[in-house]
Each structure stands twice: as C-alpha cells, then as structure tokens.
C-alpha cells in the first residue's frame, strides 16, 4: 500500500488549502483513512479522519474550518482548509488503515494505522 499526499503549500492567515491522499495497491473492502500533522519539536497530532461509510471526526482545534471527505476515486480522500491559521502550519500525513473501526475510538492515536504517506508541508503566515 502506497500513500500519496499532495496540495500543500504556502498561504496567508485566513487562506485556504485543499489536500489529496490517494491510496494505491490498497485492495481491502474497508478503511480507517485520517489526517495527521506535526509541526517542528512537537509530537504528531491528530487532525481528522473518515471511513469507508463516511463517518467523520475532527480535533476540536479545526473543527468548522476543516472537512475531511472521499474522494470519488476509490481508496482517495481530501481535506479541505478554510480560515488556515499559524498554527496550523506542519507536516500533513495522511494514513490509512483496514482494521480499525472508527466507532472504536481509536482513530486519533498514531498506532491505530498501519500505512502512511510522505507528508504534504503546510505553511501558513501571519
């Protein structure tokens, strides 16, 4: 299994930015597929994350400004960025998992995810 990120960038405070992660070679009826980031000498944070049937969850810190969704191409999601904030700047990973159901509760902690991309850099200024 192959994760790809793409769409990250540099924008200004308030800007807008929509990142990819399409999942090749991923042959499984079901997944776990979330959104992490991390910024310089901090730990990987959870951002969001989304399964196969659509459900949903967000970190407190995005919620409203972030929606995660599936692409139309399978094993492909986005998140779209809106009101992009300073400290929203990072290293965006995107992950995947076939095992884990969303309604376990699991979905935030790193361990929960077997593949994982490269990262996309985000950068937003003030």
């Known amino acids: 299994v192959h994760l790809v990120e793409s769409g990250g960038g540099s924008v200004q405070a308030g800007g807008t930015l929509r990142l990819s992660c399409v999942a090749s070679?991923?042959?499984?009826?079901?997944?776990?597929m979330g959104w992490f980031r991390q910024a310089p000498g901090k730990e990987r944070e959870w951002v969001a994350a989304?399964?196969?049937?659509?459900?949903?969850k967000y970190v407190d810190s995005v919620r409203g400004r972030f929606t995660i969704s599936k692409g139309a191409a399978k094993n492909s999601i986005f998140l779209q960025m809106n009101s992009l904030k300073p400290e929203d700047s990072g290293i965006y990973y995107c992950?995947?998992?076939?095992?884990?159901?969303?309604?376990?509760?699991?979905?935030?902690?790193?361990?929960?995810?077997?593949?994982w991309g490269q990262g996309t850099q985000v950068t937003v200024s003030s």
């Open positions: 989304i399964d196969s049937d659509g459900n949903s």
């Open positions: 070679g991923y042959t499984y009826s079901r997944y776990l």
């Open positions: 992950a995947a998992d076939p095992w884990t159901p969303i309604i376990s509760g699991n979905y935030g902690k790193t361990a929960a995810y077997n593949y």
